[in-house]
């Protein structure tokens, strides 16, 4: 990262977003408890389903509980075993899942706290947005994944081993990387690349990996990526060349004879197996990606020719991401073991089965195999079904039992990243109405003529029905520190949906009903579908506005998004990532420990990214505000000469170093209930959280070098 963005200090606020309009906003209304006055509030409408809404209906707020919101929000469903709800109202994070003991569990919220309070009482000060990685739970995923595989190996006689590989287009973090390159060391566990960066990365990576670890090159290849395969296996990595198109063969063979290294070559096939749903979309026979049987037959008599039939190793296919049912996914590996064995057959030296992904996530907690949100089995289900389908058609055909590799990119990162996000304030679409006692109400209506009192018996009997079904319910709009486009781009982008979530006041029955607007100045900067079909979702009021308000900063989190969501990102609006917490399990006071932090991108960093030089802008506008002190502070004659000329020089200085301060700041907003705002420059607009910060500035007088400094150190 570069160093302008490692100064940023959230204990700090910037001037302008601690005077943002958007954390100004008043505070909402109180909800409407009804047109009668004495009604019991309306039921928060469930985020999943109306057996989970009537949780928040059948229960008294004064009875409510932890578990009742766990249930409200589905977390021990789509969140188990790795998430739960604590004592305290807080979401807990299990990071080794089944086996997590209880003094092992972490509070998120006291990561939160932690990594976002000032330094002067111990924080980290790093500003929101922020991802929580957790690398405990990746290791328990992958060792799980591990585990499903040498269970049903070894429980249906399967003669040869699992041995899987980490696509890094999932999330190609060097952090990420690494760990899964470490953690899956003992179980050779290897690295998927698509492109040259990717697989510059994974070679790097695999230096310190299993010499044994299986190096996949997919992706459309031109000669300077096999070059950069080939010469992978000149550095004793064991890479394999995918071919995705038939002409890739011709290259390979050339090549590979020019560097003298006989290389090891897969192909990927296109199946006739598809499924239907949104991520089948490069399956089947017109998929995006493969060779047909046609072509594959080709290919092995081009390499036969060159007398290169023995590099031919490894077959590879891909149904599609999310494989709703085991069904389907057993359908599609006996399919590709029919031609893995047609290829042993021709005389092709077959070692491996690479099943591609598709091993999903259940993202709504359902379990169900009728949406892309979730899937029909657990882990252990799908290793034993693709055990077992392979093993049948491989014993028929008297062939070998190959190498079974898989591509569980998902399965993998999703549970172990959390988005933390703040909601700054909330806002309701009309008044509430004014509540009238039952005996002011008799009055008026005994007041009334005839035809006025049906009149009025008609619009409550309809009011009393729209209610029953919440239509009199306000939904609220909850402005949340965020940009969607950056954080969530999937939501956006094919309307994936994640679980979200407050991570603390799950004590409390949510009293109201909302949907989340972003930062952007965009109408689809908003999240108004939630899992389970709701267009609402069960909320806390924010007592006092928001982030200062009586109750504190209320805080979401957004669930298994550790797959691909970061990657997707981009800077709408200028909106960089958020920052970044690597979070351990330790035996500490509170049983976490954070051992990297990194801020978000600054203004100057997303600035970068689209071509400005903050360096060069900073001395533009440096110069700006020379010229417009001089002009404000010109020579008026007489004994205040001097003193209006070092007022003048001070206010430059302290002008010049706001300026500084906004380039190695993040885009997001500063929540400013901790400021206290102190004006210079006669109310000029320049704004530090204390007289002390305005004091420092005032009297340091850095030269050009130091004020520019003041931003990269």
């Not at 979730?374 to 252990?380: G, H, I, K, P």
Request: aromatic letters at 8%.
């Amino acid at each position: 990262m570069p160093a302008l963005g490692c100064c940023v200090d959230a204990a700090v606020a910037p001037p302008a977003y601690a005077n943002s309009p958007l954390g100004s906003l008043p505070a909402p209304p109180p909800l409407p408890l009804s047109f009668i006055s004495g009604a019991p509030p309306p039921t928060p409408m469930s985020p999943t389903s109306a057996s989970a809404g009537s949780v928040a209906a059948d229960v008294d707020a004064s009875h409510w509980s932890p578990s009742h919101s766990a249930s409200l929000y589905k977390i021990d469903s789509w969140g188990a075993p790795y998430f739960a709800v604590n004592p305290s109202g807080n979401v807990s994070v299990r990071p080794y899942g089944h086996a997590t003991l209880a003094h092992q569990e972490i509070d998120l919220l006291k990561i939160v706290k932690k990594v976002s309070d000032p330094k002067s009482v111990g924080g980290l000060g790093l500003q929101l947005p922020l991802i929580v990685r957790l690398p405990d739970v990746l290791r328990d995923r992958l060792e799980s994944l591990q585990s499903a595989f040498e269970f049903a190996i070894q429980t249906q006689g399967y003669e040869a081993r699992y041995q899987g590989v980490f696509p890094v287009k999932c999330n190609q973090d060097r952090f990420v990387v690494e760990d899964i390159v470490k953690f899956g060391s003992k179980f050779r566990f290897g690295l998927e690349a698509g492109s040259k960066p990717e697989l510059l990365l994974a070679m790097s990576c695999l230096c310190k990996g299993s010499p044994e670890a299986l190096l996949v090159c997919n992706g459309f290849k031109d000669a300077e990526y096999i070059t950069l395969a080939l010469l992978a296996r000149k550095l004793d990595l064991n890479a394999v060349i995918v071919l995705e198109q038939e002409e890739e063969v011709d290259l390979v063979i050339e090549i590979s004879k020019k560097l003298n290294v006989r290389p090891v070559i897969g192909a990927r096939a296109k199946l006739r197996t598809k499924h239907s749903g949104h991520f089948g979309s490069t399956s089947g026979e017109e998929g995006k990606f493969g060779l047909t049987t046609t072509q594959i037959l080709r290919v092995v008599k081009k390499l036969e020719v060159a007398e290169m039939l023995d590099c031919f190793q490894l077959l590879h296919f891909h149904i599609g991401s999310q494989i709703p049912s085991t069904a389907l996914l057993t359908d599609g590996v006996g399919e590709a073991a029919q031609i893995y064995c047609e290829l042993v057959r021709l005389g092709a030296n077959m070692q491996v089965i690479d099943i591609g992904g598709g091993l999903g996530i259940d993202y709504d907690g359902s379990k169900s195999a009728d949406s892309d949100l979730s899937v029909a089995y657990t882990l252990e289900e799908y290793a034993s079904a693709v055990v077992q389908a392979i093993r049948y058609v491989c014993d028929r055909k008297n062939v070998k039992h190959p190498v079974l590799c898989s591509e569980s990119g998902r399965a993998i990162v999703s549970h172990h990243s959390i988005l933390i996000f703040e909601a700054v304030s909330a806002s309701v679409s009309r008044a509430a109405p004014v509540a009238m006692s039952p005996l002011g109400l008799q009055y008026l209506v005994e007041g009334l003529t005839e035809d006025a009192r049906s009149d009025y018996t008609k619009m409550t009997t309809t009011a009393l029905r729209a209610k029953e079904i919440g239509a009199s319910d306000p939904v609220r709009t909850y402005h949340v520190n965020l940009s969607i486009f950056t954080s969530i781009p999937d939501y956006w982008g094919i309307g994936q949906l994640f679980p979200i979530v407050p991570i603390h006041h799950l004590d409390e029955r949510p009293g109201v009903r909302g949907v989340l607007s972003d930062l952007t100045c965009d109408s689809d900067g908003k999240i108004d579908k939630f899992i389970g079909g709701g267009s609402s979702l069960p909320l806390h009021e924010m007592v006092g506005g928001g982030g200062g308000g009586e109750r504190g900063p209320y805080y979401l989190g957004m669930f298994l998004g550790g797959a691909y969501e970061e990657a997707l990102g981009g800077v709408h609006n200028l909106f960089g990532g958020p920052s970044v917490v690597r979070v351990l399990q330790s035996d500490g006071p509170h049983s976490f420990a954070v051992t990297r932090a990194m801020p978000g991108p600054s203004c100057g960093d997303v600035l970068r990214v689209m071509q400005h030089e903050p360096e060069l802008m900073f001395e533009t506008l440096k110069h700006r505000a020379e010229e417009y002190c001089g002009q404000e502070h010109g020579s008026n004659g007489g004994d205040g000469y001097t003193d209006d000329y070092d007022h003048g020089m001070a206010n430059n200085s302290a002008l010049a170093s706001s300026l500084a301060q906004y380039f190695h700041s993040m885009p997001y907003l500063v929540v400013p209930s901790s400021c206290s705002l102190t004006a210079i420059n006669d109310g000029g607009g320049l704004y530090y959280c204390n007289g002390e910060d305005y004091d420092a500035v005032v009297d340091s007088s850095p030269n050009e070098d130091e004020q520019w400094s003041y931003c990269y150190a």
